[in-house]
């Protein structure tokens, strides 16, 4: 007979760290009824479990027709060496009433790959071109929607497109496609699957041996399209970024500046569209990181949407030149991921949770950074566990 005491005896057990599994469903179970064991007015069980024994105790409460919704480390539990890996923890919280294990982001042939490539680009035209910083930000970034009927292509939230400036390069070549991240869902944002948008910021350094001025190629002729102007499009490429197909997942964001652009594409789509084949009912929840307030893109309609879905949505600002960390330093992306690092460790181990991260490149080590701290609490090694998540398409990065 089942015997919840069991697991806590073992606390006693030597070289075995101990964690806490919070169960649901024993109060329904008609053996669990007879039992002296203090369970929850939530309907929660808080059993104490040795490492060596997680597996098997999983089974038994999975046996008892009861479910694991978290797992944490017993606090002063005992010291040992047992190594939990991201494979057996996550074993551990599977049980056949979770979600689906795993779920493939998208079947290979549904992604629209390379429609129109760079010696036959799709030719697009302008139709808007909206400045998105405000008085006091800093730079331009810039909300552009081109016209893409009369051609074939299509694309999915999370993609890019390559645009080709017009002109030739110092070598007197025609210039490069530059790659910029789809801010649109696949319906675009009239909803009429005409268009597609970008978040473009300009691109402007101080040349570091002639100190002059550089502005970027691309980034300055996107900038300063007016509606009208044609556009060489190339695309969509990409299959990091997609969004899974499960309604219930939990999506989590990471965003610096204009990394925001695939997260507008998802929130639009789980938030604001509505479909038929897909009516988002789970946890999204954007970190973004910018420098000031007025450089928020979107903040309207995301605080919009924060405010309507209070419990579907998160938002969570980094701004870095006004808020201060803990230690009184900038406020940066990462000093918010530390500080939610637990949280996102629990949310982690149900199997269809998906963390994204888009933005400056260098923004991933303080990420990790967190990530570490809040995985060490588990005795789990934080980058074997993310190797791990990269594996079930779960980790998500697109830096550039
Ligand atoms: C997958 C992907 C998605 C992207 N999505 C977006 C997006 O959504 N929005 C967006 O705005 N951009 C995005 N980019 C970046 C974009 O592709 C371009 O790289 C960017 O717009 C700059 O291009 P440019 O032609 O203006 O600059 P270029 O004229 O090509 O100049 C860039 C070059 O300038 C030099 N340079 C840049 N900064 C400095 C500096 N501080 N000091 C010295 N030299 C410097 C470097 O050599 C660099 O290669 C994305 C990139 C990738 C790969």
């Not at 803990?326 to 181990?349: T, V």
Request: proline share 6%.
């Amino acid at each position: 007979m089942y015997n919840p005491n069991a697991a806590g005896a073992a606390n006693t057990e030597s070289g075995s760290r101990l964690f806490v599994y919070e169960v649901v469903g024993l109060s329904q179970n008609q053996v669990t009824d007879n039992l002296n064991y203090p369970i929850r007015r939530s309907g929660s069980v808080f059993i104490t479990v040795p490492y060596n024994r997680m597996n098997e105790e999983m089974r038994r409460i999975t046996r008892m027709g009861a479910q694991i919704v978290s797992i944490r480390p017993l606090t002063g539990g005992s010291v040992g060496n047992g190594q939990a890996t991201s494979a057996n923890l996550r074993q551990t919280v599977k049980s056949e009433n979770q979600p689906k294990p795993m779920i493939p982001t998208k079947h290979k042939t549904d992604i629209p790959v390379n429609i129109y490539k760079p010696n036959n680009p799709f030719i697009g035209k302008c139709i808007s071109n909206q400045e998105l910083v405000r008085e006091g930000g800093e730079g331009t970034v810039r909300h552009l929607k081109f016209d893409i009927s009369g051609g074939n292509l299509r694309y999915l939230e999370g993609q890019s497109i390559g645009i080709i400036p017009p002109g030739t390069d110092e070598n007197g070549k025609p210039h490069k496609l530059r790659l910029y991240s789809i801010a649109s869902t696949r319906h675009g944002d009239d909803e009429d699957d005409k268009t597609v948008s970008l978040c473009v910021r300009q691109l402007v350094y101080k040349h570091p041996e002639t100190g002059e001025t550089v502005y970027g190629v691309c980034s300055t002729y996107l900038c300063n399209l007016k509606p009208g102007d044609e556009v060489k499009i190339t695309g969509p490429v990409g299959k990091e970024m997609l969004l899974p197909d499960d309604p219930e997942a939990t999506i989590i964001m990471m965003g610096t500046g204009t990394g925001i652009a695939p997260f507008r594409a998802f929130l639009w789509r789980m938030f604001k569209e509505q479909h038929e084949d897909y009516k988002f009912k789970g946890l999204a929840w954007l970190f973004f990181g910018i420098p000031y307030t007025a450089n928020i893109l979107y903040k309207d309609e995301l605080e919009e949407l924060a405010q309507k879905f209070p419990n579907n949505f998160r938002l969570t600002y980094a701004i870095s030149r006004e808020q201060k960390n803990p230690e009184g330093g900038k406020m940066y992306i990462q000093d918010r991921i530390k500080e939610n690092a637990d949280e996102i460790w629990q949310l982690l181990q149900k199997p269809n949770t998906h963390v994204y991260i888009c933005g400056l490149k260098g923004m991933e080590g303080g990420i990790d950074e967190g990530m570490s701290v809040a995985a060490a609490k588990f005795g789990v090694n934080w980058s074997e566990y993310q190797k791990q998540l990269r594996k079930e398409e779960r980790w998500h990065v697109e830096t550039y």
